[in-house]
């Protein structure tokens, strides 16, 4: 392994995981150190929501609309738009829907 007292398989055995969960640990560890495994992990991107499709749900918003009618309208799951909101990435607006 990194310090050469312990092979990766005897390490597999002993803790019960996976080889491969191994090798990309040993290799965060030569690559990053120690600090490698307390850094933030990088997310998926989002490819539902593209700049275009958040300017407009955010349009929607602002006029009113609720999560849910926003997601049906842009072909979305209520739950992805729930969470883009959460992150920030789109604010939702109290203002009240236009009636007529």
Avoid: Y
């Avoid at 989002?46 to 849910?68: F, I, M, N, R, Y």
């Avoid at 049906?72 to 939702?92: D, F, H, M, P, Y």
Wanted: with cysteine; hydrophobic share 35%; charged share 30%.
């Amino acid at each position: 392994m990194v310090n050469a007292h312990v092979k990766q398989a005897q390490v597999v055995r002993a803790f019960g995981v996976s080889t491969i969960s191994v090798k990309r640990s040993v290799k965060c560890l030569r690559e990053k150190g120690m600090e490698g495994f307390f850094e933030k992990r990088k997310g998926r991107s989002a490819h539902v929501l593209t700049p275009e499709v958040v300017e407009k749900a955010q349009k929607l918003l602002d006029g009113g609309w609720s999560t849910s009618e926003v997601a049906e309208k842009l072909s979305l799951k209520a739950n992805t738009l729930r969470k883009a909101i959460q992150q920030g990435r789109v604010k939702k607006n109290g203002a009240a829907r236009p009636s007529g």
